[in-house]
């Protein structure tokens, strides 16, 4: 047994690599999954064991992982609007924490290489700034992942947060275009031609009706269009990917394309995350120094936290951008390796990198799944640091004279919005995170403002001060908001009605549990509702006998 224990990791090593990564990555995704972290600490882990039992990296891993990316931005950029890079908040945010943590970084670094600590030892001013560069960016896959978990990609703080990820990119992009190794071709300038497709594209857009074409458009447009041209003129093909997004948001079906690469878009991730364990053999000094940069992580996130209060968001929307932001990036590694590759710094940076990296995620990860009660125990103390103006979609919540409150004006919401409205009339009023959807309602002659659910300062100030409401429907499509925002209103003496939508059983019962009267089973029930509406339009006679009859 001895000698079969001791030639097992060869033994493995000699297996079909794809196989048995994704049989380590679906055990350890969903053992992870058990422990209340997110699967892709799994999907990490295991790309580290897989490394450590001699098995590594290949092409088709590293196509699969560059291919999630792609369509990891391509979804991005399909939810982001132009107009968010322009908000100060963003792009100033974006710029003084990579110039401040750059500063702040390479000044620890240079300081600590003077005590000649490990690979600390003779590092130069420039190399010293040049490391601390690398570690001024959060990372995207990350950021972007827990956002759409907990449905905020929409949300004031969900759209800062993305916005300063692609400002930060960016500034990747400078650097590895300003860098001989990543010198574009002169032909860089044509890109731009891709604008010209956009009425080509928004044309083949409307008249796909099925599915698989609609994912395979999305393939087309983010793969081949967007990253290959990039790639062919000189530039980063993640970029082309995102730029086709943008240009492909503003089309009324944008949401539905984004929709229909979700799956796969997940699953091709996975090869991501696997990538960064399978990145090389890490030494224990290469873990101490990876360890030592991760302590300088709430540095990183308390200036995000501090810049973007300074620029009037509330600290609850501050904290939730600065929460997701907290970790190094892939694009990071991307920059090490190729100060790498001219001989700037040392290649054993890299794999320093990639191990502060992973530790980040692992660290950050649990943070992020309940941030909101996080927020609520912090509040007192970080609503010391608002300032007295605030931004114009961060304003405390007003609901007037309403007595039914439709959290969540989405396809769903929408609908209960106009049945109570029908029943009840003026008192009904929807509330939606999403600003560009509360215009669209509004301009459709709903009564609808922005606002979230999730706001525990909204819950806060309504338990406070008297207020009409009698029914709350809790429509929002992610299960983690109905239930906190079900949380925060038992904190206070709200009596009434409450209503809340599910996707699974166990769900159900939980939110029952918690306190909700009724909830809706999106998926069990929405047949019953169609056989229900279609048998309110037939006569009787058209279905024959009827129950109970001979």
Same mark, same amino acid.
């Given at each position: 047994?001895?000698?079969? +224990? ?12 794809v ?54 931005l ?13 908000r ?18 390479? $000044? ?10 490990g ?6 001013p420039v ?7 690398a570690?001024?960016? #959060? ?19 969900g759209r ?24 574009? #071709? ?39 269009l967007?990253?290959?041209?990039? *790639? ?39 090869g991501?995350?696997?990538? +960064?364990?399978?990145?090389g053999?890490?030494?224990?000094e ?12 709430p540095i *990183? ?6 810049l973007?209060?300074r ?5 609850r ?7 997701s932001?907290?970790?190094?990036? %892939?694009?990071g590694?991307?920059v090490?390796a ?8 040392? %290649? ?8 502060a ?5 692992f ?14 125990r ?5 609503r ?17 004279d ?15 919005? %106009? ?11 929807? +509330? ?11 301009? $459709?002659?709903?009564?609808v ?20 409401l009698k ?11 109905n239930?906190?925002a079900? *949380? ?9 009605? +409450? ?5 699974f059983?166990?769900?159900v ?8 009267? $009724? ?5 069990a ?6 056989a229900?509406?279609?048998d ?13 009859t001979?």
């Amino acid at each position: 047994m001895p000698d079969f +224990i001791s030639q097992l990791p060869g033994m493995i090593a000699h297996l079909p690599t794809v196989p048995l990564a994704i049989a380590l990555a679906f055990a350890l995704g969903i053992s992870a999954r058990y422990i209340n972290l997110p699967p892709m600490a799994g999907f990490l882990l295991a790309g580290f064991a897989l490394n450590g039992l001699g098995v590594h990296s290949n092409a088709v891993i590293k196509d699969i992982a560059d291919a999630g990316v792609m369509l990891l931005l391509f979804t991005i950029g399909l939810k982001l609007r132009v107009q968010t890079l322009g908000r100060a908040d963003v792009w100033g945010v974006a710029t003084l924490h990579i110039v401040g943590t750059m500063v702040a970084f390479g $000044a620890v670094i240079y300081g600590l290489s003077s005590l000649g600590l490990g690979m600390l030892a003779g590092l130069t001013p420039v190399t010293s700034l040049l490391i601390a560069f690398a570690l001024t960016f #959060s990372s995207t896959v990350f950021g972007v992942k827990v956002l759409e978990e907990r449905g905020e990609s929409s949300a004031l703080h969900g759209r800062t947060a993305v916005g300063i990820l692609v400002i930060q990119d960016l500034f990747a992009v400078a650097f590895l275009t300003l860098s001989a190794a990543r010198a574009p #071709s002169v032909w860089a300038f044509a890109v731009v031609g891709l604008v010209f497709l956009r009425p080509i594209l928004n044309r083949l857009l409307d008249q796909i009706d099925y599915r698989e074409l609609m994912a395979l458009f999305g393939l087309f447009t983010a793969v081949v269009l967007g990253a290959g041209t990039f *790639q062919l003129v000189g530039l980063k093909p993640d970029l082309g990917a995102l730029v086709m997004g943008v240009m492909m948001a503003p089309h009324k079906r944008s949401e539905e394309l984004a929709d229909s690469l979700f799956s796969f878009k997940e699953m091709l991730l996975i090869g991501f995350f696997l990538d +960064i364990g399978l990145s090389g053999k890490p030494t224990f000094e290469h873990l101490k120094m990876a360890a030592g940069l991760v302590l300088l992580l709430p540095i *990183q996130a308390g200036l995000f936290f501090i810049l973007m209060t300074r620029f009037r968001l509330r600290s609850r929307s501050a904290f939730f951008a600065a929460l997701s932001l907290s970790t190094y990036s %892939e694009f990071g590694l991307i920059v090490c390796a190729v100060a790498a590759e001219n001989r700037w710094i040392s %290649e054993d940076w890299v794999m320093v990198l990639a191990m502060a990296v992973s530790i980040s995620f692992f660290l950050v990860a649990p943070l992020n799944i309940k941030p909101h009660k996080l927020y609520a125990r912090l509040h007192r103390v970080l609503r010391r640091f608002e300032t007295k103006g605030r931004h114009a979609e961060d304003m405390p919540l007003e609901i007037g004279d309403a007595t039914i409150a439709v959290f969540g004006m989405g396809r769903v919401g929408t609908g209960a919005y %106009e049945y109570l409205r029908r029943r009840y009339g003026s008192v009904v009023i929807g +509330i939606e995170s999403n600003l560009e959807k509360v215009e669209q309602h509004q301009k $459709a002659g709903r009564n609808v403002i922005h606002g979230d659910a999730t706001d525990s300062d909204f819950w806060t100030k309504m338990h406070a001060a008297p207020h009409h409401l009698k029914a709350v429907l809790l429509a929002m499509p992610e299960y983690r908001a109905n239930m906190y925002a079900v *949380q925060q209103i038992k904190t206070g003496d709200f009596e009434g009605f +409450i209503g809340a939508l599910a996707k699974f059983g166990d769900q159900v019962r939980r939110l029952k549990a918690a306190g909700v009267h $009724a909830v809706f089973n999106m998926y069990a029930e929405a047949g019953a509702g169609f056989a229900a509406s279609v048998d309110d339009a037939m006569s009787p006679g058209e279905m024959g006998p009827t129950k109970g009859t001979t």
